[in-house]
């Protein structure tokens, strides 16, 4: 079976950094993009980042990019999110994602993606 487990979420301070990770097991190949995709409260989900099965490409949501960092370890099958300069407007619910993929720019659709985590709370205080 499928399984995607996140861990790295919490409260941190505005300014702050979070690393989060997941770790993913049992995908039928190893042709998976990966993601990240968040809701806030009253929110729909939102588009992260993404990155490529070789971890040469990646795109990101133009709210995060300068400040998080989509990476992966393909030996692990983990794909981690390092957020940095952290504000409140990025308290959501953290979601990690895979998606089969080939070559080129992953989808930043959520309805792409086949697996999904549990989703984790990050909270940024004022």
């Known amino acids: 079976q499928v399984q995607l487990v996140e861990s790295g979420g919490g409260l941190v301070q505005a300014g702050g950094s979070l690393r989060r990770s997941c770790a993913a097991s049992?995908?039928?190949?190893?042709?998976?993009?990966m993601g990240w995709f968040r809701q806030a409260p009253g929110k729909e989900r939102a588009f992260v980042a993404t990155i490529n099965r070789s971890g040469s490409v990646t795109a990101y949501a133009d709210s995060v990019k300068g400040r998080f960092t989509i990476s992966r370890d393909n030996a692990n099958n983990t794909v981690y999110l390092q957020m940095n300069s952290l504000k409140p407007e990025d308290t959501a619910v953290y979601y990690c994602a895979a998606k089969y993929h080939t070559t080129g720019v992953p989808s930043i659709r959520d309805y792409r993606y086949n697996y999904w985590g549990q989703g984790t709370q990050v909270t940024v205080s004022s």
């Open positions: 049992e995908l039928p190949s190893s042709n998976y993009a």
